[in-house]
C-alpha cells in the first residue's frame, strides 16, 4: 500500500506539462529512492522518520524577517511539532510538482549557495520566475472578468505562466486579493493588459515552500525549506 501511494504521486507529476512542471528525479536512482522515502514519510505524517532524512542544520526563514540555519533538532521541534498539519500539508504540496537539479553554488536565494550537487522542488522554480511571474496549477482552469463564479470566463489556462508583481502581492493586498464565494481572488492582466481574477489555489502563489536536498558526505539530506520573506 505504501508503494503504491508513492508509485500514485510519481505518476501523476510525470502526467503533468512538461514545459514547466517537470521532475528530473529519474536523474539520479540513489535520489529517486530518497524522495520516495521522503514521500511517504509525509503521507505518513511520521516526524520521528523526516529528522533522518535533514542535514545537521537546514537553511529556512526564521523568526520574522530573517534566515538562518537550525539545528535539525530544534527545527523539527519548531515546525513540525508546533503547527504539525500545516507543514505536513506544505511539503506535500511542493512533492506533488517534482525536482529539478542543481549544480553546486547555485544561489537558492539571497543569503544560501547550494554546497553539493542537488534537487530543488517545486520543479517549475527551473523555469518560472516567482517575483515577477506565477504558474497556473490545473489543466483549464478559469480566469474570469470579476472575482465571482457567476463571473465571465475571459480565458481558460493550462500550466500557462503569467506576469505579476509578486514580490508586492502580500504589500499590496487590498488590491490584489479579493475574498468572495468561499474563494482568494488574485488579479492580476492577461497578455493583453485585460485586468482578470483567478483563484488563488490554483497558482504557484498558493504553494509557499521550497526544498532542497543535497548529497553530502555520500548523503542526500534536506538542506533547506523555506518560504521566501516578503518582509
Known amino acids: ?34 524522495k520516495n522515502q521522503l514521500t511517504q ?42 503547527q504539525e498539519d500545516f507543514f505536513w500539508k506544505e511539503m506535500l504540496k511542493i512533492l506533488r510538482f517534482g525536482f529539478f537539479q542543481v549544480e553546486p553554488g547555485i544561489d537558492l536565494d539571497d543569503f544560501a549557495t547550494s554546497q553539493a550537487q542537488g534537487f530543488r522542488c517545486p520543479s517549475f522554480l527551473k523555469q518560472v520566475d516567482t517575483q515577477e511571474q506565477f504558474l ?18 475571459l480565458h481558460k489556462a493550462s500550466y500557462e505562466v503569467f506576469d505579476c508583481t509578486c514580490a508586492d502581492f502580500h504589500l ?24 482578470a481574477y483567478v483563484s488563488y489555489e490554483l497558482t504557484s502563489e498558493s504553494l509557499e515552500y521550497q526544498m532542497t536536498v543535497e548529497k553530502i558526505g555520500g548523503r542526500w539530506q534536506i538542506t533547506s525549506f523555506y518560504s521566501p520573506l516578503e518582509c
Request: charge should be negative; hydrophobic fraction near 45%; charged fraction near 25%.
Open 136 to 153: 497556473i496549477l490545473g489543466q483549464n482552469v478559469n480566469i474570469r472578468a470579476e472575482p465571482s463564479l457567476k463571473s465571465k470566463v
Open 1 to 34: 500500500m505504501r508503494f503504491f501511494s508513492v508509485f500514485l504521486l510519481f505518476f501523476f507529476v510525470k502526467l503533468l506539462p512538461a514545459q514547466y512542471v517537470c521532475d528530473e528525479s529519474y536523474l539520479d536512482q540513489d535520489f529517486w529512492l530518497f
Open 41 to 82: 514519510v509525509v503521507l505518513d505524517r511520521d516526524a520521528k522518520a523526516l529528522a533522518p532524512l535533514l542535514a545537521d542544520s537546514v537553511f529556512t526563514a526564521y523568526d520574522g524577517c530573517r534566515y538562518d540555519y537550525l539545528d535539525r533538532d530544534f527545527f523539527v521541534k519548531e515546525f513540525w511539532e508546533r
Open 172 to 195: 499590496l493586498e487590498e488590491l490584489l486579493w479579493i475574498e468572495n464565494d468561499g474563494l482568494t481572488w488574485m488579479k492580476f492582466q492577461l497578455k493583453n493588459g485585460t485586468n
